[in-house]
């Protein structure tokens, strides 16, 4: 199980070393993987706060490229100067709001493998692709797009996070049920491309209004290996009660 946070542009430096302290004081012992991602000017101060904790810090994005003339852009190697070496791709708000496409994903999801970084890779249906009935086919084609070009060996760095983008920061939180049924067809999806050990060993979280009180009837699914959590995770206590629920 994996329980991640996704800071999203919340919290200040001084915030996040007090969030993260926060949480690490109370974890206790864990089986659960726990991450969070704070905004990129903060992850030199996320890192520093999670050191000796059982807490890996993630980016929420990075370029593909080393380094270059791209204003305003972060790179793998930066990254992994600081120790983090877990990486958010694909958020529907990066999809949407700034226009990063599959083709473009696909780039930084090879680029962050070349540098050996864990990705936690996002994708998901909009309201209306669910409406029309074609929510399966947009998610299996984002996972074509973004992922499918890899070979077996490198999915070993590779976590999926569905995330339904009518289901964020909306409250409308996707039933267990429909989590499952899609958890379950994105395991079938790796399994007819890859194998089915493949979809076995790849961790699947759920994203979009995960709380303390929904959290435990969404993780209890057997295809649903944990959650990645938006605006839950800005409090100690509601990121612990979901932690704890997994
Ligand atoms: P909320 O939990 O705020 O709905 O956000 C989910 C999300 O987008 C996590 O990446």
Redesign the pocket.
Known sequence: MIVAG?WKMNKNATETAELIRAVAADMGNTDTRVMVAPPSINLAVAADAAKNTNIKVAAQNMHFAESGAFTGEISASMLLHLGIDHVILG???RRSIFGETDELLAKKVDAALANNMTIIF?FGEELHDRKNDIHFEVVKNQLTEGLFHLDSKSWQNIIL?Y?PVW????GETASPEQAQEMHAFIRKTLTDKYDAALAENISILY????KPGNAKDIFSKPDVDGG?????ALKADDFLAIVRSA
Do not use: R
């Not at 289901?167 to 909306?170: E, K, L, N, Q």
């Not at 994203?207 to 995960?210: I, K, T, Y």
């Open positions: 996704n958020h529907s708000e996002c996070a995330e289901a964020i920061g909306t994203g979009g209004s995960v990645l959590i938006g605006g839950a």
